[in-house]
């Protein structure tokens, strides 16, 4: 299992980022996908989990409204636009096989929301 995640970075309150998640070494197109996060001296976080052909979706409370998460099986790319982003939203991003937070992840990438 091999999932590398892009799109990370410094971004004012109020803008927008688009994380992707590059998978390989498993069939992704039969596996649940989520986005995970961990902010700073804090333990892993689940944000989004989606379907196996994305008809189904689910957030967290605090990022519904402002966040999508979305996949293409054709290309094993697993996203999350991010918008409205808040400083709170500051955090490692990390792309995961399944649901929950036990899965495995990529490396993740950090996105950090401040002015």
């Known amino acids: 299992v091999h999932l590398l995640e892009s799109g990370g970075g410094l971004v004012q309150p109020g803008g927008s980022l688009r994380l992707s998640c590059v998978a390989s070494?498993?069939?992704?197109?039969?596996?649940?996908m989520s986005w995970v996060r961990q902010a700073p001296g804090k333990g892993l976080e689940w944000v989004s989990s989606i379907s196996l052909r994305g008809g189904t979706t689910n957030y967290k409370d605090s990022v519904k409204g402002r966040f999508a998460i979305s996949r293409d099986n054709a290309k094993n790319t697993l996203y999350l636009q991010m918008n409205s982003l808040k400083p709170e939203d500051t955090a490692v991003y990390y792309c995961?096989?399944?649901?929950?937070?036990?899965?495995?992840r990529g490396q993740g990438t950090q996105v950090t929301v401040s002015s």
């Open positions: 070494g498993f069939t992704f197109s039969s596996y649940f």
């Open positions: 995961q096989r399944g649901t929950g937070v036990t899965g495995s």
